[in-house]
């Protein structure tokens, strides 16, 4: 997939801006604070109908004005158009001029994968981000993953909701936790899949942009490994009975998928613990590469890359690396203070005065 052209009206800095973009690289250029990271901020907000800076919307609304747009031309198999209309209302979001009804909708129409300086501090971050990372990108790779994951989030608010009341209705409690099974057996699933899939790349992967000779290994955390359904089914609703006086008392679920995390051990020690900020920064990296080769597979397209100011904060030899490796593939947005790919093939923009201009 390809993003010809960017529209932003009143979005962030940005009163009035008009961007043409090309395949390869697009090396977004400019001082601190001029506003390159506003620039893919929007391109990455029709993703998931959510910025990545803030959970905030009316923030990226211009100071003084009642809305902002975003408008992307993108080109998958045919043209597509994405816009976003924010105001302090809330969102619309429409496909071909068609308003999503969900924002789930908007799922795979839009697939970027994003590398930011806070990277380095993924695998010490709460499991949330990590649970993030995998569902948005199962989700793009299989439509039913997403359905699976809203039903089971649906449910264990429903059960939570139950859990607060004063007198706890057991049988309607019943039927939710029974409807609870099937969607967290299907996820497990898919998170072992994923897991196991990336593992078998990542070394390959890791040494695109590291000569150091590492062995990695991702393991995911959950809370029952049971591939059989009908045991699997056995045991949750055992450890939901168990559980229950303390989740009463919690007025939440203890058990379950929302909990599950995943860790990165490299040469056979947890890298959250024991790896230097450095270290851990090369290896989510790879974990981002590796994904981004899944995707690529299994999609039969290429997701946009996305990096905002990731190069600063590596040496020059790693810069080097990730480039090349990110060469291959169709369309890359670069942000950085200064020409610090200007040596690389690459389309220039330099944002200045609220202006993007391409040299």
């Not at 989740?247 to 203890?254: E, F, G, I, P, V």
């Not at 169709?330 to 040299?359: G, P, W």
Request: proline share 1%.
């Amino acid at each position: 997939m390809i993003i010809s052209k960017l529209k932003l009206t009143n979005f962030r800095n940005y009163s009035k801006c008009y961007i043409e973009f090309n395949k390869g690289i697009n090396n977004i250029t400019g001082i601190n604070g001029s506003g390159k990271t506003n620039v893919v901020e929007a391109i990455n907000y029709l993703t998931l109908g959510k910025s990545f800076k803030t959970s905030d919307d009316k923030t990226l609304i211009k100071f003084d004005e009642e809305y902002a747009k975003i408008e992307i031309e993108l080109f998958k198999k045919e043209k597509i158009n994405l816009k976003a209309v924010i105001s302090k209302e809330g969102k619309k979001i429409s496909y071909n001029d068609i308003e999503l009804k969900k924002l789930s909708e908007l799922s795979g129409k839009l697939i970027t994968i994003l590398f930011t300086p806070e990277d380095a501090s993924f695998f010490k971050d709460s499991p949330l981000s990590r649970r993030k990372f995998l569902d948005i990108n199962i989700s793009n790779i299989n439509n039913n993953y997403l359905k699976e994951l809203l039903l089971y989030k649906n449910l264990l608010k429903e059960k939570n909701a139950l859990l607060k009341q004063e007198n706890v209705d057991s049988v309607y409690l019943s039927v939710i936790e029974n409807r609870m099974v099937e969607p967290q057996f299907k996820i497990i699933q898919h998170r072992k899949k994923i897991i196991n899939d990336l593992n078998k790349i990542l070394k390959n992967d890791y040494k695109k942009i590291d000569d150091e000779e590492v062995e990695l290994k991702i393991k995911y955390h959950t809370f029952s490994n049971d591939d059989n359904y009908e045991s699997f089914k056995e045991n949750l609703l055992n450890k939901y009975k168990e559980n229950f006086e303390q989740d009463l008392k919690r007025k939440s679920t203890s058990i379950g998928i929302h909990h599950d995390d995943i860790e990165m051990y490299r040469n056979g020690r947890e890298i959250n613990l024991y790896g230097s900020q450095g270290q851990n920064r090369i290896a989510v990296l790879a974990l981002k590469i590796s994904m981004l080769d899944l995707l690529k597979e299994r999609i039969h397209d290429e997701p946009i890359v996305i990096l905002d100011d990731v190069l600063s904060e590596l040496d020059i030899e790693h810069q080097t690396k990730l480039i090349k490796c990110l060469k291959e593939f169709e369309q890359v947005f670069i942000t950085c203070a200064k020409d610090e790919i200007d040596e690389i093939d690459s389309t220039i923009y330099v944002v200045k005065d609220n202006l993007v201009i391409r040299r």
